[in-house]
């Protein structure tokens, strides 16, 4: 282990190391959040009205960027099971903002799509997301869920940056607001990377704080050494297990529903009558309600079945989805974000969690990027069919109620799904514990 990696770990050994790892993805997932996932609803109709491109269009370059999810997902993955979080961070976050950087200087379709998809869809996976998540399945097992609760809340807070983004866009354009962001993650997301660390093991911790001792037993909390002992699939073993297709369907269709609302709610309340300020903070709303879910699921996920916790969250976002369909009302409005920022926010800790209880530690990177090449799918159709609809309907409606009735199949789905069980006549497809 590297001299200045016994510093650091010495310098911050209380709390658990682990908790440092939260700490930075939070601030991760921040950036991610509120410039990247929320932040580019902003930019929606700014661009439609300067460049006159359709909805349908500017919806396709957020659904197609999706596709980096599937092409390099595996390789993200697999980048970071190989070489470790801290340096995909310092890969990663410079692509991202250099991305914002340039995308200010858009002067084209073209360059905005192949900047969006390129440089900021592949920068915020490759230096935020998949490093963050990985470290943190790493560093947790008994308390996974409450790390990846408040690890998924920084996409929440991020929130919070809407308003103050929308502020900079509405006062001095979407161009300034595109450079402010890059700058910001330069900034910001740079000296994350440094605290970063892959497994625990390698520092003579055990996951959750426990210490290894000379006979290999677990110490420290008291967690015997069976407690860490986790069926650990590769990619190729996942994708031969039912529980591994089952999860990566109910997932996708959860996430029409997410990728259709992150780009489309904001004109989607201005077209319902609600000003632009009105839409905005009821958009960052949504993100600050999420945390809330985030948090008391990504707990109830360490007491209670990590399935059955999910199966609820997924079902609050179809209730959800049939009750936008009739939002008209400032007070209806308001009502449909606590439904949908719950269910939403404590899904997005239990997805993570769901895959390391499923198919364990030692290849979570790449088994993650390998479903999210199929879950994408869910992402790309989302935005788009709703795009599409407003364009032939003028209404997004009927499209919320379609999101709604699809969110139902993936609760079923994940009533099918069982962990499988490595070996044996579990290993298959098919395979139930």
């Known amino acids: 282990m590297p001299i200045a990696d016994c510093r650091m770990l010495r310098l911050l050994k209380k709390p658990f190391y682990g908790w440092w790892i939260v700490a930075a993805g939070v601030v991760s997932q921040m950036l991610q959040g509120g410039l990247y996932l929320y932040g580019f609803s902003l930019f929606f109709l700014p661009l439609i009205q300067e460049f006159g491109w359709t909805r349908t269009s500017l919806s396709a370059v957020f659904s197609f960027s999706r596709l980096e999810s599937g092409i390099f997902g595996p390789l993200e993955g697999w980048l970071v099971d190989k070489f470790g979080p801290r340096r995909m961070m310092a890969l990663g976050v410079p692509i991202m903002g250099l991305g914002f950087i340039l995308l200010s ?46 690890l998924s809340a920084g996409t929440g807070l991020g929130g919070g940056a809407i308003l103050f983004l929308a502020w900079i866009v509405n006062e001095y354009g979407w161009r300034v607001g595109a450079m402010a962001a890059g700058v910001t993650v330069l900034v910001v997301g740079t000296p994350l990377g440094l605290l970063m660390r892959h497994r625990p093991e390698q520092y003579g911790y055990l996951p959750d704080g426990a210490r290894a001792n000379s006979t290999g037993a677990g110490d420290g909390d008291g967690a015997p050494q069976a407690y860490l002992q986790e069926a650990d699939f590769t990619a190729r073993q996942a994708i031969q297990t039912s529980g591994f297709w089952l999860l990566t369907l109910s997932f996708a269709v959860r996430q029409t529903t997410v990728g259709a609302v992150a780009v489309h709610l904001m004109p989607f309340f201005i077209g319902a009558g609600f000003s632009s300020e009105v839409a905005a903070t009821l958009l960052a709303a949504v993100s600050l309600v999420s945390i809330l879910g985030r948090l008391s699921f990504g707990w109830l996920a360490d007491i209670f079945e990590k399935r059955h916790v999910m199966v609820f969250t997924v079902g609050c976002i179809a209730l959800s989805m049939f009750f936008l369909a009739g939002v008209y009302e400032l007070w209806q409005a308001v009502l449909w974000v606590f439904i949908y920022a719950l269910g939403y926010g404590g899904g997005a800790p239990l997805m993570p969690a769901l895959r390391a209880e499923f198919f364990g530690r030692k290849s979570f990177g790449t088994v993650q990027g390998t479903m999210l090449a199929f879950q994408m799918w869910g992402l790309m159709v989302g935005p788009l069919s709703s795009g599409l609809m407003y364009d032939l309907l003028g209404d997004y409606r009927p499209s919320f109620l379609a999101f709604g009735a699809a969110n139902f199949i993936g609760v079923f789905l994940l009533f099918l799904a069982r962990r499988p069980r490595p070996g044996g006549r579990g290993s298959g497809i098919g395979g139930r514990v």
């Open 105 to 150: 200087q858009t002067s084209s379709f073209f360059m905005f799509a192949a900047v969006f998809f390129l440089l900021i869809a592949t920068g915020s996976s490759l230096g935020l997301v998949v490093p963050c998540y990985t470290a943190t399945a790493n560093w947790f097992i008994r308390k996974r869920g409450l790390a990846m609760g408040f």
